[in-house]
């Protein structure tokens, strides 16, 4: 049986992105801040059975690999992508995560209960927009927090 490779090139260069596609599910996360970098390594952490590729938003790649997401989602919220492309952001991102990590079934229980997913939706909609303030150094803090991001443009 042939299995092909994938293989992109960026900026002239050959990025191998068939690397984490043997997992069942990638992470895309802002490597710019340092609460999301945090979070990310709990997720690495509590990933005993590498179902997870977690990488930043910023690494070389990433929009190649993932078309269908446009640029602005990166900035917006955590992206989790399944094997077979099925997307979630945000606050269902991680409801998605905590049900697929052995340690998060231990609190994916709680959405269960009414109005909790919309109430984590509205948190976590405030956590991205103040995540800058929150935790990150002097880097993050002069950030211009109203960049407009452009859309990559689709030849």
């Known amino acids: 049986m042939t299995v092909p490779v994938v293989r ?3 900026a002239g260069e050959n990025e191998e992105a068939s ?19 945090r979070l990310a390594g709990v997720l690495e952490t509590w990933d005993a059975s ?3 590729e977690v990488v930043s938003s910023q690494h070389r790649g990433v929009m190649a690999r993932f078309p269908w997401i446009p640029a602005r989602a990166y900035v917006e919220a955590l992206q989790l992508i399944a094997r077979d492309g099925t997307t979630w952001q945000g606050s269902a991102a991680i409801e998605q995560l905590l049900g697929v990590l052995p340690r998060g079934r231990w609190i994916s229980w709680v959405f269960r209960f009414p109005y ?20 990150c150094g002097a880097h993050c803090q002069t950030r211009p927090l109203d960049v407009m991001w452009a859309e990559a443009e689709k030849d």
Do not use: E, I, M, P
Not at 116 to 133: C, G, I, K
């Open 50 to 52: 590498h179902r997870l």
């Open 8 to 10: 992109f090139t960026v």
């Open 19 to 37: 690397a984490g596609l043997g997992r069942a599910y990638t992470v895309v996360y802002d490597g710019d801040c340092r609460v999301c970098t």
């Open 116 to 135: 909790v997913r919309s109430l984590a939706d509205r948190f976590y909609r405030w956590f991205a927009r103040n995540r800058y303030r929150l935790g």
